[in-house]
């Protein structure tokens, strides 16, 4: 395969027609039989896919060029996951905002050609896949939990839905209920990811303010975490990153294998 197949394979699976602002090709190439994929993927793993003789690295996690600058405006997908949620679209805006400014500034700060620059030089084809990967995670996270959950379903219900899939059984971390207790009843749950990075105490407020009584997050800020249990409303279940990342990630790895394409991954929780 090329990397454009392979991103056109990513973007399939995911239902998107144009490649996320946090994806991208870097260096591109053809006849990829052989990938390294690691859901971090720079400088060494570029070193060790040539010694080892793979044919391409794919990193998850944005890590050069534009996919580095311009990573931060996949964060406005918050807005429509929360509008298909019950969240007036002025509303959903409001609570994206200050994050999504405050994301723009941090993005300046990144050695943004770094591990490109590394790629080129070992002429490595070399491409990251966020968002489309995200998105089927979250679709797997959302159909496990709404195949399972009924009117009566409890906050643990939500929880063992989620422990069915074989990466939240076999990673190192654990699902934890941060906010609400096991035996709360879960009321409407929605599944919040693949929208660059979790949406902090503002998105979280917006979604219990309207309606969500379970929300899921992949990862928060302690700081986010301290203010959302001071409001005393809804439940935050948050299932781990890595583990979480890694429910997107396996689809994919074996579209790849289906088409011949052999992948070795680093720091994937395997299904
Ligand atoms: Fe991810
Ligand atoms: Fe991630």
Known sequence: MSTDEIMELALKLAGLKEIPEDSAIYT?????????????????ELLL????GYDAVIAHHPVGGK???NSYKVFK???????????????????VGKKLKQMEVEAHTRNYDHSVDVARLLKMPYMNIHTPLDEVGRRKMSEQINSKIRRNS??????????????????TTEIKIRVGNAGNPAGKAVVSHGAGTNGGYDIA???FNHGIGTLIYIHISPADLERIKADGKGNLIVTGHIASDSV???????????RDVS???IGVVPR
């Open 28 to 44: 591109g190439g053809k006849n990829i039989r052989k990938i390294l994929f690691g859901i971090d993927a720079g400088s060494p």
């Open 49 to 52: 896919a040539k010694q080892l």
């Open 67 to 69: 996919a580095a600058v």
């Open 77 to 95: 997908r918050h807005i429509q996951q929360m509008v298909a949620a019950g969240i007036p679209e002025n509303e959903a805006e409001k609570a």
């Open 154 to 171: 409890t906050v643990q219900d939500v929880v063992s839905a989620l422990k069915e899939l074989p990466e939240f059984r076999k990673a």
């Open 205 to 207: 407020k917006a979604y």
């Open 248 to 258: 997107g990630i396996n689809p994919f790895i074996h579209e790849l294998e289906k």
């Open 263 to 265: 992948a070795t991954t």
